[in-house]
T-cell receptor, first 108, second 114 residues
Framework: GQQVQQSPASLVLQEGENAELQCNFS?????LQWFYQRPGGSLVSLLS???GTKHTGRLTSTTVTKERRGSLHISSSQITDSGTYLC??????????FGKGAKLTVSP | DAGVTQTPRHEVAEKGQTIILKCEPV?????LFWYRQTKIQGLELLSY????????DGGAFKDRFKAEMLNSSFSTLKIQPTEPKDSAVYLC????????????FGEGSKLTVL
């Protein structure tokens, strides 16, 4: 099955710094999606980006499908960005395989 | 529109008990997923339904885990008998059919097995 590796596993930043999260996957995929999860909370979809670069607010997702990798850039991080960011990979259909997540802590 | 609804939010069970977790998907969604989330393993797929038909039943979980979808708006996950290693958050998610459908998650059911 699809294997999804995320790095780093955790990241600590000061408010205002940028974050770069990486996602690598083992098999061909037609969809890469980023989710956000607050401690004890549910998963919320941030961006779905099958290829190329996509922006929304302070988030930029870049996916290079041929190289089986993607990244999520968070600019000017805020304390409220703290939480876990999960990368999910899908093929045909809506089933997704998830990485273990990257825990982001933003301090004042 | 209501999102994905899961009940109960918390469940404490003794080893050997049977527990049933419930999920109501977003109205109109054809695909329904059950995932288990732990700190060590992350999210693991337990079951996947499309239009009430079971499409995938996680191999490692077939033994004591049984998911059912009795109608398009209700699904259950039964764990029988429970073991302490089953302690985890169980997440239900739904999506419209197809690979462009956004996946919507419920708040999860946190299970603790003593």
């Amino acid at each position: 099955g699809q294997q999804v590796q995320q790095s780093p596993a955790s990241l600590v930043l000061q408010e205002g710094e940028n974050a770069e999260l990486q996602c690598n996957f083992s098999s061909t995929a037609t969809r890469l999606q980023w989710f956000y999860q607050r401690p004890g909370g549910s998963l919320v979809s941030l961006l779905s980006n099958p290829s190329g670069t996509k922006h929304t607010g302070r988030l930029t997702s870049t996916t290079v499908t041929k190289e089986r990798r993607g990244s999520l850039h968070i600019s000017s991080s805020q304390i409220t960005d703290s939480g876990t960011y999960l990368c999910a990979i899908g093929g045909t259909g809506s089933k997704l395989s998830f990485g273990k997540g990257a825990k982001l802590t933003v301090s004042p | 529109d209501a999102g994905v609804t899961q009940t109960p939010r918390h469940e404490v069970a003794e080893k050997g008990q049977t527990i049933i977790l419930k999920c109501e998907p977003v109205s109109g969604h054809n695909d329904l997923f059950w995932y288990r989330q732990t700190k060590i393993q992350g999210l693991e797929l337990l079951s996947y339904f499309r239009s009430k038909s079971l499409m995938e039943d996680g191999g490692a979980f077939k033994d004591r885990f049984k998911a059912e979808m009795l109608n398009s708006s209700f699904s259950t996950l039964k764990i029988q008998p429970t073991e302490p290693k089953d302690s985890a958050v169980y997440l239900c998610a739904s999506s419209q059919q197809g690979n462009t459908g956004q996946l919507y998650f419920g708040e999860g059911s946190k299970l603790t097995v003593l």
